[in-house]
């Protein structure tokens, strides 16, 4: 199997709502993001896969010496082969990468976050440093497309936090503030243990609505002359505002079970996108 079937491999069998919108891109482009989207599959895998911390530790080093080898010109793994001929090409740094090492291994040291801003710092490196990236492949032109692709990731992980309260509590995990838990006197106990209350229903109507501002705040960041070429990003804020909305329509019922979008759905919304230009 070459590197660039074990990358595109890796981007289909996850299912993610991000694969859909690569599919509208060139071939080059096309090539860059399932590369970089791969190795972030990899290193997010350590942490969900791995049950043993020290197992987790030793293998997150390992793929930061991969990078440092990889942009030494000697790459082992296939990602890396898949990913190196194209981070000249886009400005992808060793930086970059080693904050997605960073954010998989704050996972491993940390399981909660007291306040809104302690989770951000954690949100821009798991996913505002993957908006940077991904901006710059899809084809960045002005400067300020920067904040918008980090304000942008930031939505998404607040998605993917309220869509997987559920799996995220059955590894001892809550990403939900400690602040606005206690706002809503929710324990941590009761999601940990996946008990529904109006009090949670409350609480996750709050994360919904400030998850939705923040798709808006990053849209409005947009540069209009970069509209065109990030719709990719619009895409997958389509399919992520849709899931929202899924999830506030089924009561927030997802300490039980994960909320998702059919692949046809998926699609159909990606598509949309490409053809009206916008979020729709």
């Known amino acids: 199997m070459s590197p660039e079937q074990y990358v595109q491999r890796k981007a289909a069998s996850s299912g993610s709502s991000f694969y859909y919108a690569f599919l509208f891109l060139p071939k080059d482009r096309r090539a860059a993001i399932t590369a970089f989207y791969a190795f972030c599959r990899e290193v997010d895998d350590v942490v969900d896969e791995t049950t043993d911390v020290g197992v987790a530790q030793t293998k997150l080093a390992w793929w930061r010496s991969e990078v440092r080898s990889g942009f030494a010109g000697q790459p082992s793994h296939p990602v890396l082969k898949a990913l190196m001929p194209w981070t000249g090409v886009y400005g992808i740094t060793a930086n970059h990468l080693d904050s997605v090492i960073d ?38 032109t002005h400067q300020d497309t920067t904040a918008y692709a980090h304000k942008l990731g930031l939505a998404f992980q607040l998605t993917n936090i309220i869509r997987d309260v559920g799996e995220d509590a059955l ?17 941590a106990h009761e999601i940990l243990k996946r008990q529904y209350s109006s009090r949670f229903t409350a609480l996750m109507q709050f994360q919904t609505e400030r998850a939705l501002r923040t798709y808006e705040e990053a849209l409005h960041l947009l540069p209009a002359a970069d509209v065109r070429a990030q719709k990719p990003g619009l895409m997958m804020a389509s399919i992520y505002r849709t899931l929202l909305r899924e999830i506030e329509r089924d009561g927030y019922q997802v300490l039980h079970q994960r909320v998702s979008l059919t692949p046809i759905r998926k699609f159909w ?3 949309k996108t490409q053809a009206f230009g916008r979020v729709v």
């Open 103 to 140: 954010g998989c291994q704050m996972d491993l040291e940390q399981s909660r976050y007291l306040d809104l801003q302690g989770l951000t710092r954690y949100c821009h490196l798991v996913a505002g440093i993957v908006g940077e990236v991904a901006a710059r492949i899809f084809g960045q």
């Open 171 to 187: 590894r001892g995990r809550i990403y939900l503030p400690v602040s606005e838990l206690q706002q809503f006197d929710v324990k």
């Open 269 to 271: 919304l990606a598509w």
